[in-house]
């Protein structure tokens, strides 16, 4: 036997040995829970074997943890799963073909010791229902958490712990899984592993965030992703926002009968009386929604029949129009919630587009004062018909306004965040490897660019300091600058595809996990605690 064989054979008895004595094997689901709840992060014992106290579930004859017995990672292995983290189940009995991996005994249990691949989750899902993503359309106060990198979910995870929020864990766009090289089955796996090392039971959402059409959306539902945003930027017609009056009419008068009858009599010219808020919408108004929205609306109905047919009532659409041109002034949100009414959707939130400028990882660009007026007008319009969620996209560092959100929205709100968990873990490697974080910087410039052409973002790049200037000591306060922030921010895809950093990035991350977690965790907890949402009681 080779000396590395033996090594892992002896490593896999200590740690069978190591949960026998601690009594963890024939532990009672209750005493297990308990220790959950007493438990924090990996427990190392030792010649790279480790394991996570809070991943060890029991269901039937089976036992579930994460753990690590130092084999080396497999060489197809994606860069977020090269951390000799693997799935463990063991049981006295025969283990079910369904789970993947190398089989063995120890300590008198047959135990299987395999990848945290999608074949995995879907065996392990069976036993630990949890583990798969549910919708939360019962749920409050609901924060989107994508994780670009795969690996901070444990962070986000405790973060919402404390409160009374449920986090949707895998939720990326097209535009993400493209530049990361990342698909569904992966982004909802690595959302589930993660909820399995922090023996986080309460359920999670899962968002196939911006899909614009029915076969991307097809991809997110085949991954069993619950949550479905719906853009709409391409079946809405922004150009009528700026028309002259005349040019409107002239549309107008084109359109069918039946959709110029109906908003004629039911919009044009009317004023709408919702709780405190008065909404007019003048004659031209109404006609301008209908020439840009009445198709996306039609689109809509099909998009929501669909979610219904293949998820049955399990399923969350998500409405946005936030990446328009124009603001969605208070008179357009309302057209649009009313026909989505009439039309039967199911609308568990709607993102318009706010006053002022929500720009990608830094706070509101635009006087909070008039924001805060509109908002109302929003979630009265939200509250009128059927009581969606208002969602607040580009959701996160907008500190100055949050306090308004969750007090207006009485917390029945969606905060999508993404792109600022990605420079949590830029800012851990600000804090323990200079060299890296100089290195991600400097090419940073390099891929900015090619960045611009997805994301609207406007920051004046020579007011970030040079870095040759600037102490060792003093390279997290990049993660400070508004600039810098949004120079990283939008240069993820070139930095993870980068050999000379990505690699690095992501070793760094799997030695560091803790100081990544905190750094997340520590960020999206002040986002939550800003929004005024209450703690979790147990
Ligand atoms: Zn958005």
Redesign the pocket.
């Known amino acids: 036997m080779e000396r590395s064989e033996l090594n892992i054979r002896r490593n896999r008895e200590l740690l069978l040995a190591v949960l026998d004595r601690r009594g963890l094997l024939d532990a009672k689901p209750e005493a297990l829970a308990a220790l959950r709840e007493a438990s924090w992060g990996r427990t190392d014992l030792g010649a790279g074997v480790f394991y996570y106290p809070r991943s060890f579930f029991a269901a039937g004859n089976l036992r579930f943890l994460l753990a690590g017995t130092g084999g080396p990672d497999a060489p197809d292995a994606y860069p977020n799963e090269r951390d000799g983290k693997r799935l463990l189940v063991l049981s006295r009995e025969e283990i079910s073909r369904d789970f993947e991996g190398e089989r063995f005994s120890a300590s008198g249990w047959k135990v299987l010791e395999g990848p945290r691949s999608w074949n995995n989750y879907l065996a392990i899902k069976e036993h630990l229902p949890f583990l798969a993503p549910a919708s939360l359309r019962g749920e409050r106060t609901t924060i989107g958490c994508g994780d670009r990198l795969g690996m901070a979910g444990p962070g986000h995870i405790r973060a919402a712990r404390g409160f009374r929020v449920s986090p949707v864990l895998a939720q990326l766009s097209m535009r993400e899984l493209k530049l990361t090289g990342r698909t569904y089955p992966r982004v909802v796996k690595d959302a589930a592993f993660a909820a399995l090392q922090e023996g986080f039971d309460r359920g999670y959402g899962a968002d196939g965030d ?1 899909l614009k059409n029915i076969p991307d959306i097809d991809t997110a539902l085949d991954a069993g992703m619950p949550m479905i945003t719906l853009d709409l930027t391409e079946v809405m017609d922004p150009a009528p926002a700026s028309w002259t009056d005349a040019a409107v009419e002239e549309s107008f008068a084109r359109l069918a009968e039946p959709v110029r009858r109906r908003t004629l009599d039911d919009y044009a010219g009317r004023t709408f009386s919702l709780g405190g808020a008065s909404i007019a919408v003048p004659d031209i108004e109404a006609k301008r929604c209908a020439l840009m929205y009445w198709k996306a609306l039609e689109f809509t109905g099909e998009v929501d029949r669909h979610l219904r047919s293949r998820r049955g009532d399990a399923y969350d659409l998500e409405v ?1 129009i ?2 328009t041109t124009a603001p969605t002034v208070p008179a357009h949100h309302l057209f649009i919630a009313s026909e989505l009414a009439r039309r039967g959707v199911t609308v568990n939130s709607l ?1 318009p587009r706010f006053i002022g400028e929500f720009q990608k990882g830094i706070d509101y660009i635009g006087n909070p004062g008039e924001f805060e007026k509109q908002f109302a007008v929003h979630c009265a319009i939200a509250k009128a018909y059927g009581g969606y969620k208002i969602s607040i ?2 959701g996160s560092d907008k500190f100055s306004v949050y306090p308004a959100i969750g007090r207006l929205t009485d917390l029945r709100v969606h905060v ?1 965040t993404a792109g600022t968990s990605w420079l949590e873990a830029v800012r851990a490697a600000s804090l323990q490897d200079p060299g890296l974080f100089r290195d991600l910087l400097a090419k940073a410039y390099e891929y900015f660019p090619e960045a611009l052409k997805l994301y609207h973002i406007t920051p004046d790049l020579a007011r970030i300091p040079d870095p040759e200037g600037v102490a060792d000591e003093d390279l997290p306060s990049y993660l400070g600058l508004p600039e810098s922030r949004q120079l990283l921010h939008v240069s993820y895809g070139g930095l993870l595809n980068d050999p000379a950093t990505g690699p690095r990035l992501f070793r760094f991350l799997a030695d560091r996990e803790e100081l990544h977690y905190g750094c997340v965790g520590d960020h999206i907890r002040a986002h939550i605690l800003r929004l005024g949402a209450p703690a979790h009681g147990r």
Request: glycine fraction near 0%.
């Open positions: 911006h946005s936030d990446e993102a996209h580009s999508k």
